[in-house]
Structures are given as C-alpha cells and as structure tokens.
C-alpha cells in the first residue's frame, strides 16, 4: 500500500513521498524503511530522529517542514490502530456448522453464523447474524447472543445470559456461573441459590480465563464499551458501567458498582458493596475496603486505596523511617551523657 492511499483511507493529511510503498508496521525503534510506525509520546518523539521508519503518524501539532514521510492525524495512536487493521485483517470465516457440533431444537441461528467444531449450543438460544462460536465453546439454554460477536475457542456461557452485539469473548472465559453465595447454618456452610442473570452489553471484550458471574437474585451487569483483560472476577450483582477498562489479575467482590470510563489497574481487590463512581482511577495492585466510596475523577493508590497525594506523602515518610530511628538514636545519647 502506499502512502497516499494510506493516508486517504485514514482520513488524514500526508507529506513527503506519497507514492512510497509500505508493507507493514512496526515499533517506531525497529522499523524499517517499508514499515509504518507511530509517534505517541516524547520518549517516541526523541526515537524518531533515529527511525528508519518509512513513515511516521504523527500529530497535528508535529514541527513542519520535515525531511521524513509524514501522516499527520488528531491522534496518531487511534490511526496506527486503524492502519493495523489494513494490513492485517481479521481472518474471514465460513458461516456454517460443523458438522461435529451438537446445536439443540428450537435454536436460531442468524444469517452467516459459523458454530466451530464440537460447540454445543442450548435449547432457546438466539444467535445473531455473522456471530462466530468457535470450536469447543459452550452456549447455554436461552442465551442470546448480538450481531457480529465472536466466541474464541473452549468459552463457556451459562443460561440465561444476553450478550450484546459486537462483544469478543477470549479463550477459557465463563459468563454466567454461580456466585460465591453460602449462608451458615447448624456448623455447615449451605448454597445460597444462585438464581439471577448476566447482561454484557454492546461491544464489550472479556479477556481469556475471565470470569462473571450470575446474580444472586437480579442482574450482574457490564455497560456497553467495557474492556476486560484476562483473569478478571467480577463477582455476583456487581454493576459496572459503560466504557471501563479493567487490567488483568482484578477482583471486585460482590455487589460493587462501578461508573462509565472508570479506569482500573491490575491486581487490584474490590470489597463487597464497594462502589467506584465514574472516571475514577485505582492504581494497580491498589485495594479497595468493603463499601469504600471512590469518588468521582479521584485516583487512589495502596491499600488500603487512598488518594494518590496521601498515599505518596506516606511512602515518603516510610522511606524517611531509617533516618528517623538514626536521629532518635541520637538524641537517646545525648540525653544519656547529660544526665550523667
């Protein structure tokens, strides 16, 4: 491709050679004079003068003239994605069913649906159209499935579960077991029945080894837009909302709410009835109290998970802990030798 077409399916402006021909993409420190590579940050800019990129996206405010190729876009990261995408596209799939999967009576199955070998698909589940199940996956009794989602290999659905259309689903993820529910009784833990419902809404991507469980009783809920990385537990009634981006190795206990586009690192650990409002951001590793309130647009850090400014003046002081014992010591002394 070259880079005037680039340019052109990118909606954006060029400079430089634009019949210059590029066969792929690359970090902006190793690519080469074929590959596209991008500018997103400083570090990136001061690699750039290095780069034998043969085109670099830049931003607007990039200095003008320059001696490299040049596409120019509001945010060079959002094109570097998009140009990804054009030079490697995502494998098409045959509609059909393989022959070896089981699909149960009374399922419908939308146009240009692929159910890969040996799926299972259950009694009143609805597919919609070009949705792909990959080999081994699960689908539950009553299920509905949106548009255009895709299951990757050996994911697990239970019943009663409605995903919405465009939703991406990775490898070994489950939707809809059983929440930790259990209540005492006569010295024995007892099953609290688990008799509620998943709902993922539009374009949402649950990453491999995820799991999210049913309610108790009502819904457990992911807003359209929300981003899962793998190993994340979302526990039973939890809420959370629209556009949130979730790191791997997270946990929210039961019952936690969380706002539109908050951010969330890794490892983090959620308390029951928690609730983070929108916008706010946990630092990974950050771990959040039973029924805490993260206010809106606060970032919080440790644990347990406190405003960022707090939580740097207290590791401030620790690192300050050896210097106090030293002068402590000190004054000991000295109050030792007046005294005698």
């Known amino acids: 491709m070259r880079v005037r077409e680039l340019a052109v399916w990118l909606g954006a402006t060029f400079e430089g050679d634009g019949e210059k021909e590029l066969t792929g993409v690359a970090p902006i420190e190793t690519a080469g004079d074929s590959d596209v590579a991008f500018v997103g940050g400083r570090k990136a800019a001061a690699q750039a003068r290095g780069s034998a990129a043969g085109c670099l996206i830049v931003p607007m405010e990039w200095p003008s003239p320059s001696e490299r190729t040049l596409i120019r876009a509001p945010e060079p990261r959002t094109a570097f994605a998009r140009a990804m995408s054009r030079f490697y596209p995502t494998v098409e799939i045959k509609p059909g069913v393989d022959p070896t999967a089981v699909v149960a009576k009374g399922v419908e199955l939308g146009a240009l649906v692929f159910v890969g070998p040996h799926a299972v698909v259950g009694e009143g589940t609805r597919v919609g159209v ?182 740097l003046e207290q590791l401030a002081n620790l690192a300050r802990l050896p210097e106090l014992r030293r002068e402590i010591a000190d004054i000991k002394r000295r109050l030792a030798e007046l005294e005698g």
């Open 130 to 311: 070009a949705s792909s199940i990959g080999s081994g996956c699960y689908v539950g009794k009553r299920v509905v499935l949106g548009e255009g989602c895709v299951l990757h290999p050996n994911v697990t659905v239970y019943d009663n579960v409605d995903i919405g259309r465009g939703s991406i689903l990775h490898s070994g993820c489950v939707i809809g077991a059983d929440g930790f529910g259990y209540v005492m009784e006569d010295g024995r833990w007892h099953k609290f029945p688990q008799v509620g419902r998943v709902e993922i809404g539009d374009f949402v991507e649950i990453g491999a080894n995820s799991c999210v469980d049913r309610a108790a009783m009502g819904v457990t809920s992911i807003g359209e837009g929300t981003k899962l990385d793998n190993m994340v537990h979302v526990a039973h009634n939890c809420r959370i909302g629209r556009h949130v981006v979730v790191a791997a190795q997270t946990g929210f206990s039961g019952g936690v709410t969380v706002g539109d586009y908050a951010v969330i690192g890794g490892q983090v650990g959620i308390g029951d009835k928690a609730r983070i409002e929108s916008r706010a951001v946990l630092g990974s590793g950050c771990g959040v109290l039973t029924s805490k309130i993260v206010h809106s647009g606060e970032t919080v850090w440790g644990t347990p998970a406190r405003p960022l400014k707090q939580h």
